[in-house]
């Protein structure tokens, strides 16, 4: 399995952005996927995850309201949709992959990650 995220970029302080994650070489509906950041000199953290199905969600306090995770397993795709971005969001922003798909809040259990994807909040 592979992941690739894109669409990150360069933003102003309040500005929207849509990330996108595409999985190869496996079928997205066997999954849990999640999106983690990780910023310069910082451990990587938790973003947002869902469950196989995109019934289920869970964020990270920080985003909670200004993000959202989607996914469309029929195009193998996870989106993360920004919102009133911060400069504390400047980050690069990874893809992951949870082999339980029913187990989206195990944190721990995301094992699989794509390159990552930057996104820069200016002030």
């Known amino acids: 399995v592979q992941l690739q995220a894109s669409g990150g970029g360069v933003v102003q302080t309040g500005a929207s952005l849509l990330l996108s994650c595409n999985l190869s070489?496996?079928?997205?509906?066997?999954?849990?996927m999640g999106w983690f950041r990780q910023a310069p000199g910082r451990e990587r953290e938790f973003v947002a995850s869902i469950d196989w199905s995109g019934t289920m969600t869970h964020y990270a306090d920080s985003v909670k309201g200004r993000f959202t995770i989607s996914r469309d397993n029929a195009k193998n795709m996870v989106y993360l949709r920004m919102g009133s971005l911060r400069p504390g969001d400047t980050a690069d922003y990874l893809c992951?992959?949870?082999?339980?798909?029913?187990?989206?809040?195990?944190?721990?259990?995301?094992?699989?990650w794509g390159q990552g994807t930057q996104v820069t909040v200016s002030s």
């Open positions: 992951a992959a949870n082999l339980h798909p029913y187990d989206h809040r195990n944190i721990d259990g995301f094992n699989t």
């Open positions: 070489g496996g079928t997205l509906s066997s999954f849990a």
